[in-house]
């Protein structure tokens, strides 16, 4: 392409052949000659018959040949250049519509039998034209299936009505984009070094005192495959909420022999190191017959430059980016999107030796779309944990103001029983034009009429104590959304989210995934001034996150909580997330 051509493309944010093929033309001219009259506008051969002019209107009498018929032309704007043309006797090309038995404001063409596409961008449509003449070539989309790149081809230059036929149009170009942007992903693809490692998880796994799931076991399979080449090793794990990832984590460590967990919060952090505690530390020989150490790394625990070289597994917070930390095998981001990418990179870097890279694996706990995991895919391997280790006994419920009776007494039934309970407000202070309490108006009520009553949210700088303190002593946890991911509260069993429509699927999957985590009966109430809420209803009915992560999807896509972009980031043309899984597949299958 040329430095003029290139500039004119970029106008457009177009940068290969093919993004420019997918420039759908707004409309079509067909200029064929047909027999018949149609009820849009279409070409005529016109021979004229008279010209009445009036000061307002000019009237011209015109014999369609080609549909043998006697049609009046009406102009209401008749300018110079239309006498030179519509002379009576002659006969012209025109293009308009039969309605009422008139063509208002006929337009005068010079080519005949074509179809001639119209176009709507930033370039004129001249300059548009001659790039796609130059660049739309069937060599240049040779990247893509015979019949895909024949489509979109002939959609620029069609020469019959099946060429722009609207439905094979939709399915060429839906194909091509995620095409387009699933190869330009598969190119962003590194190969770095790694050091292959030769490990077995069998004895970790023998050990522990229950039995893994059947995805857990293929996941920790999958990372043996992975860490075994000398390759860096990229895989994203995502599990639903208390699907068992830390023992993932755990028997990836085991493997690893020298790793680094990074969690978003020290509570998260904490309660791994107590399960390492628990099944790793002290408990297996390394080969040079030491005993597996890990190392808790926190802004308030307590180590030592030798613990953190001795350590066969670090476990902190960002808190782990200021320590002089030592090259190791393997690192692991829990809550990956917690992080920003900076920081993400920059622990990867600490820990990486002068010509190698240590593996790379990232952990979550929010279920995605089949859709999202395949595109992500690309770039990076996914493995997803679906099965829990127990199924959970949760019911929702959607209540209201006449519900709030029945809702004390089946939170005064379940703290007398020893459970805690979560109240979710959805702001910490008051707020105009908000039809919803925020904590600093509701938490007088609570405190009024219940004891063992803690409050904290995302602000407070205590709160991670305040949580501990909540899980050891309290029963009832005034907060926010806060309570999302990551803490473990054993006795919790009643979850009240309040002005529930106004959150996201996944945050309420989330907050109610904190409950039940050890196989008890388990509620969680979605408190709404709108009780026919069909986001809710839907959500009611399951506790599958990946259910709950297509149906956010759909809700999303139908306007609900609409925003324009693809929930890959990408903001799609074309592509349907929710309709279009069967092209992604065929695309994936395509680019092997």
């Known amino acids: 392409m040329t430095r003029e051509d290139l500039e004119k493309l970029k106008k457009i944010g177009v940068k290969s052949p093919l993004e420019l093929a997918l420039i759908k033309p707004k409309e079509y001219e067909d200029n064929h000659l047909y027999p018949y009259i149609m009820s849009s506008p279409q070409a005529f051969e016109a021979e004229i018959l008279e010209v009445k002019k009036s000061p307002k209107v000019t009237r011209i009498k015109f014999y369609l040949k080609n549909v043998n018929q006697i049609i009046w032309g009406v102009f209401f704007q008749f300018k110079k250049w239309h006498e030179s043309v519509f002379k009576a006797g002659s006969t012209v090309y025109i293009r308009g519509e039969i309605k009422n038995h008139q063509i208002v404001q006929p337009k005068p063409i010079t080519r005949i039998n074509e179809i001639t596409p119209v176009y709507k961008t930033n370039l004129n449509i001249r300059s548009l034209r001659a790039l796609i003449k130059r660049y739309v070539t069937m060599e240049n989309l040779s990247i893509l299936p015979e019949n895909i790149a024949k489509t979109l081809f002939f959609m620029h230059f069609p020469q019959t009505q099946e060429h722009i036929q609207e439905q094979k149009l939709m399915y060429a170009l839906k194909w091509a984009e995620i095409f387009n942007y699933l190869n330009k992903l598969k190119n962003k693809k590194t190969v770095l070094p790694s050091i292959g490692l030769r ?69 998260l952090a904490n309660q791994i190191y107590e399960e390492a505690d628990k099944y790793l530390n002290g408990k297996w020989k390394i080969k040079n017959g030491k005993s597996f150490k890990t190392v808790l790394v926190t802004q308030k625990s307590k180590f030592t430059p030798n613990d953190l070289k001795n350590a066969n597994l670090l476990i902190g917070t960002h808190a782990l980016l200021y320590q002089n930390l030592p090259k190791v095998n393997v690192v692991m981001v829990d809550e990956q999107h917690r992080f920003g990418t900076n920081q993400r990179a920059s622990l990867e870097k600490l820990t990486s030796a002068a010509d190698t890279v240590p593996h790379y694996f990232q952990f979550s706990a929010t279920p995605i779309p089949r859709t999202q995991a395949l595109i992500m ?8 944990i679906k099965e829990l280790p127990f199924k959970k006994d949760i019911d929702t419920r959607i209540i209201s103001k006449e519900d709030f009776k029945n809702l004390i007494a089946h939170i005064q039934n379940e703290t007398a029983k020893g459970n805690q309970v979560v109240v979710v407000y959805p702001l910490v202070e008051e707020s105009e034009n908000f039809s919803y309490q925020s904590i600093e108006e509701g938490k007088e009520f609570w405190l009024k009429y219940f004891d063992g009553v803690y409050i904290t949210h995302g602000k407070d700088k205590n709160k991670e104590d305040i949580l501990v303190e909540f899980r050891q002593k309290g029963k009832i946890l005034i907060t926010t959304t806060v309570i999302e991911v990551g803490i473990s509260l054993p006795k919790l069993t009643t979850i009240v989210i309040v002005g529930a429509e106004r959150l996201g699927l996944a945050t309420l999957h989330q907050l109610r995934g904190r409950v039940g985590r050890y196989g008890q009966k388990g509620y969680c109430f979605l408190y709404t001034n709108d009780k026919n809420n069909k986001r809710l209803e839907a959500f009611a009915k399951t506790l599958d996150g990946f259910k709950i992560a297509e149906l956010d999807l759909e809700f999303r896509k139908s306007g609900d909580l609409l925003d324009g972009k693809a929930q890959s980031g990408e903001s799609f043309r074309y592509f349907d997330e929710v309709k279009d899984l069967h092209i992604l597949e065929d695309v994936k299958r395509y680019l092997g």
């Open 377 to 384: 895919s690309s770039f990076v391997n996914v493995s997803l």
């Open 199 to 267: 490990a077995d998880p069998e004895p970790f796994i023998k050990s522990l005192p229950f039995k893994l799931t059947g995805d857990q076991l293929k996941v920790i399979n999958d990372i043996k495959n992975d860490i075994s080449k000398p390759t860096q090793a990229r895989r994203v794990v995502i599990g639903d909420v208390g699907s068992g990832k830390t023992v993932v984590m755990l028997a990836t460590a085991y493997m690893a022999e020298k790793s680094i967990i990074m969690c978003p919060t020290s509570i």
